[in-house]
């Protein structure tokens, strides 16, 4: 059976290939009476031993995409695995208790998992609790006979299909394999999305309910460029999404042609194109796609990827990684953004009613208990800045006052090391994110104590909108070219300027090709997007004219009352494929 689906565009790119369900099975079993528990402790062993290679193949798989410490998750699950006491009980719980392996390992695994999260303040057990659970999951699964899905394991071309992937499923999602994701929720900002672009994945994101109606191996066909989706297509259909993906790689090829070349609008004004990173191994695409700068590091990629705080050294090796990759090029490094989609296993977050109104970011950084762990950030940080140029941006700013306090940490730290005797670079600028409306109305007083401004349009539009960035069911809302978001963007390059600062935006708008021309008329100085979206965005300016798109962006912000008739308005300034 054909079906044809229509979902979120969010990452560019076509592909064909089957499908690979990444959804949790149904583990439920029944408790039974058995006679031979000999043959239930064979199972038992069957299914570890199952599990224990299924186990080494994801953790080479890891190694070999993330690195020996990213994996170390799994070292620890394959000591659980071969813990004789832990085997020894379940065994003995079987025979006393004559009863299935299914039940002998839940009851062990279980009084374990107590202990060890009874030992409230100790991250060291909760972690230990954490890995017995995800290990008892997997031999269970072998037990009943089921598939536990591990996108780290994908070994075939596949696109992959799941109600939701995390930050850290989509960084396991290795692309040779994976050549496309389709979810049931999520829209084009959020981080799933975001990295789905970073990796070059084609994904369609929101369809509802994807998962309920596609099976394992079922032959898709996706093109994320216009959010469709076609299960199990016919000849046509294949050959139709095929030409599709042709036509796309023949444009990108095109692209490519200015890499090295300057970014200059048709009357030569020159603007910034720089790239958005969430770990120093994205500094590769950067550079193949000629971006000037990057202009947004998301740091909390290197909090969600360890098994505890990273460290001021390790953190120091993966900013200066990232200055040297850049070659004296600047760097804009946001402070750690935990919280909204993005949690940390080892620490501790409330639960919240609106995580994406609460405890999150800079108002963690700057609370007694983030202050320890801003404070090492900063330093690693400050340590790193001899090795290129180096800029330091807060995310979530609200508050003038809140800027001033974390300034104030990277003044106090500054003087620290210096006191020790370690060079600091004298030239490094702290600016901040604008991403809530509050601070893109005050831009003006900001302005004064800021070195730079970067719009997070992910954020300053579900704030202004008041619509969630991660709910499909409101993504009408997300109107980058609502006027609304045009005016506060204007305020905000417009109180930069009066101040002799820069503004740029490393938002998605930044490399949306309808946004571009607007933000060049506003004047936006800097533009930081996925690094993929940096060549077409030059090959655009490269056609536009500033004072057509100064023209066309005023009278949108002008005259304008939706975002419809902002697009409309386009079509008498630009005219271009
Ligand atoms: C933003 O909000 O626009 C932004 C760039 O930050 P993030 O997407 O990480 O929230
Ligand atoms: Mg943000």
Redesign the pocket.
Known sequence: MTDMLKGIAASDGVAVAKAYLLVQPDLSFETVTVEDTNAEEARLDVALQASQDELSVIRENAVASLGEEAAAVFDAHLMVLADPEMVGQIKETIRAKKTNAETGLKEVTDMFIAIFEGMDDNPYMQERAADIRDVTKRVLAHLLGVRLPNPAAISEESIVIAHDLTPSDTAQLDKNFVKAFVTNIGGR?S?SA?MARTLEIAAVLGTNNITEIVKNGDVLAVNGITGEVVINPSEEIIAEFTAAGEAYAAQKAEWALLKDAQTVTADGKHFELAA?IGTPKDVEGVNENGAEAVG?Y?TEFLYMDSQDFPTEDEQYQAYKAVLEGMNGKPVVVRTM?IG?DKELPYFDMPHEMNPFLGYRALRISISETGDAMFRTQIRALLRSSVHGQLRIMF?MVALLTEFRAAKKVFDEEKANLLAEGVAVADDIQVGI?I?IPAAAMLADQFAKEVDFFSI?????IQYTMAADRMNEQVSYLYQPYNPAILRLIANVIKAAHAEGKWAGM???MAGDQQAVPLLMGLGLDEFSMSATSVLRTRSLMKKLDTAKMQEYANRAITECGTAEEVLALAKEYIDVD
């Not at 997070?456 to 300053?460: A, S, V, W």
């Open positions: 900002t981080h975001i958005n947004l998301r953004d909204g995310p994110m991403e997070g349009t992910n954020d300053l490393c938002g998605e």
